[in-house]
């Protein structure tokens, strides 16, 4: 019955099917005893070297297999729950089955777009229509917001029935590995001393890390007195005013005004120029002659580049990356991600 509730869902929220289960439960376990895995003329190399040369890789792959195992046991457990409550619902109506259960306050409750939510779809998806026409298109559509419409209720009819039948679930977040990372002298917001210390290396010209803004502020207003946010710059190479942006940014740090220009950067991250950052450098009220022989000094650029390499040994690749307390979070993940950890940091 599980399949089916998850075929449903699948059906209508159009996520991926989940992959294969294997048939391994825990990571391999590394190699405990010193033993010779590569010699030379000159000498030899233990395993211990080896893992010792390579161990924030080692370090992520083992966040990746926890995270992905917590995420799979999480899943199960919702489906099986949702299962369990839509089977005593099932009981308590006295109705033939779950799919009896799921047409009656799922299927049937979806009414059928209207044609003025059919033409701004349209308008909407317009690009990706290969120059149809609305006609052509219309049945296409209407199966789409249907899809969508079904997906919405049958979220909201779930969480209908958990409060019914006062679902709680207590799976406990797993211990992470944590990679060392230091906040060097870098800006940040939040108390110095603050229980949990998020780390982001990030740059002003990529989009994600736009978006990612918008869940940091989130974190910081939900954690308040608890957060120490640490930026540090990660200029990717194919975003060519990357670094001018950072720089200038730092060097409005050096009249008290970082986090200002930081706003401002994260909200005009298509507007970079040289105009462009010493507009924002006047608005900011910031005294201009020092500002500019500032970001002359070849010290700033070197400051970044020092992030980028920290960040990099890291096992920073892309941006934006987050170390929470030393736990790697990787991209512009949603809110729930954070609070996660946040919560067991704060918890233990």
Not at 231 to 257: K, M, T, Y
């Amino acid at each position: 019955m599980r399949l089916l509730i998850s075929i449903f869902i699948l059906s209508t929220c159009g996520c991926p099917a989940p992959a294969s289960p294997t048939s391994s439960t825990k990571a391999p376990a590394a190699t405990e005893a010193p033993s010779v895995v590569g010699t030379w003329s000159g000498g030899e190399i233990s395993n211990t070297d080896l893992d010792d040369s390579i161990r924030t890789e080692l370090i992520k792959l083992e966040a990746g297999f926890v995270t992905g195992q917590h995420e799979a046991r999480s899943n199960g457990l919702n489906a099986l729950i949702g299962e369990k409550v839509l089977e005593a619902e099932v009981a308590k109506r006295s109705m033939a089955d779950i799919q009896a259960l799921l047409k009656a306050e799922v299927n049937d409750k979806v009414v059928a777009p209207t044609d003025e939510e059919i033409a701004t779809f349209y308008k909407v998806m317009a690009r990706q229509m290969g120059g149809r026409t609305l006609e052509e298109v219309r049945p296409a559509i209407i199966g789409e917001i249907t899809r969508r419409a079904t997906a919405e209720r049958f979220e909201a009819y779930m969480g209908e029935l958990r409060k019914t039948y006062k679902v709680n679930l207590s799976l406990p977040q797993p211990q992470m590995p944590r990679i060392p990372i230091s906040a060097d002298d870098d800006p940040f917001i939040g108390p110095a001393d603050a229980p949990v210390t998020i780390v982001q290396f990030a740059e002003f010209q990529c989009p994600y890390c736009g978006k990612a803004k918008e869940i940091i502020d989130q974190v910081m207003e939900k954690y308040p007195n608890k957060i120490k946010m640490v930026h540090r710059d990660f200029p990717l190479s194919f975003h060519d005013r990357a670094i001018p942006a950072a720089v200038a940014a730092n060097c409005a740090g050096e009249q008290g005004q970082y986090w200002p220009m930081y706003e401002v950067l994260m909200s005009n991250q298509r507007a970079l120029t040289e105009s462009d950052l010493s507009g924002y450098a006047i608005k900011l009220g910031v005294d201009m002659d020092k500002w500019n022989t500032c970001r002359k000094d070849p010290a700033q650029e070197k400051e970044v580049q020092a992030d980028f390499e920290d960040g990099s040994r890291a096992g920073v690749q892309g941006t934006p990356a987050f170390f929470i307390n030393g736990i790697f979070l990787n991209g512009a993940v949603p809110l729930e991600k954070f609070t996660a950890i946040i919560d067991a940091e704060l918890a233990g």
